[in-house]
């Protein structure tokens, strides 16, 4: 299969259609978390669907003082990894094509979700993606678009927006690809000089270790639950030596911090580490949020969260993010 290079949406509509057209936006750059993107859309849309991988570096959603001129631009290897991964097409509109006459003059506005982590630290760019993505799903016309999990709160943001103004597309999220050594692919990530990089790995860290002791403590309270502390059970288990074990549980249970609290000491531990190294992590924020609104959650808190971390190493800014489910209290 050859991939076609295409510039206009008039190419793009052209095009017949036979089954379900699924569509991955990317600023280019593209590496094995994209193309783990369009293989997943390639599924979705069968044989008989269309994959159109977007390539296009939004000026909107750079600030002041980041790095739009520095962001790179490798379109002959991006349609190379968008052939590999199954892409029918690679849609790389110029800036006149998706903004006519200029910078528009109606935005999507993000709302007040949009004003919280990312959007505290990068004031507007929320409203720039978000005007961007509805404008690249005019433009492609898609039944289905697929985008990474690493960028949480932009996929809650996409998926908020196409449920509040009745956008007829399905929004698919996918999992986050990391390297071997964990740290989250990023095209931000060729940046980093080998000593940054080692240092960079705090943030997946930090992520695991509060992963780890959500995990532990459900752990002890699973085990808590199976053997109640109470003397009766006790006395009756002393002989395999398990009212130990239930002292032990219901113990330590108690004394570990656990839930959100828990998550957030531990992540911060290796994070304040970090912060020590040289070079060393300049920390922006570690949240544990609500991803419906991307809200700070409370010490008894129940459900799905998401533990996101964003720091700069260097003059590179990264972000990563995993998902957590807080069970409730038994």
Known sequence: MTTALLRTADELHARARAGRRAVVMTMGALHEGHATLVRAAREIAGDRGEVVVTVFVNPLQFGAGEDLDRYPRTLDADLKIAELAGADVVFAPSADEVYPGGEPQVRVSAGPMGE?????????????????????????????ALYGQ?????????????????????????PTVREEDGLALSS?????????RRTALALSGALFAGRDRHAAQEALRARAREVPATRARAEALSAIGESRAAADAHAVAKAVPGGPAGVRAAARLV????ARTKPPLLLDYLALVDPSDFTEVGDDFTGEAVLAVAA?????????NIPLTFGAAS
């Open 116 to 144: 919280r982590l990312e959007g505290s630290s990068r004031p507007g760019h929320f409203d720039g993606m978000l005007t961007v993505v509805a404008k690249l799903l005019h433009l492609t016309r898609p039944d289905v």
């Open 150 to 174: 690493k960028d949480a709160q932009q996929l809650a943001l996409i998926r908020r927006m196409v449920r509040d103004l009745n956008f007829g597309v399905e929004i698919v999220g996918v």
């Open 188 to 196: 931000r990530n060729r940046y980093l000089s080998a000593e940054e």
């Open 271 to 274: 994070l304040d580490e970090a």
């Open 312 to 320: 700069r190493v260097g003059t590179t800014r990264l972000i990563d």
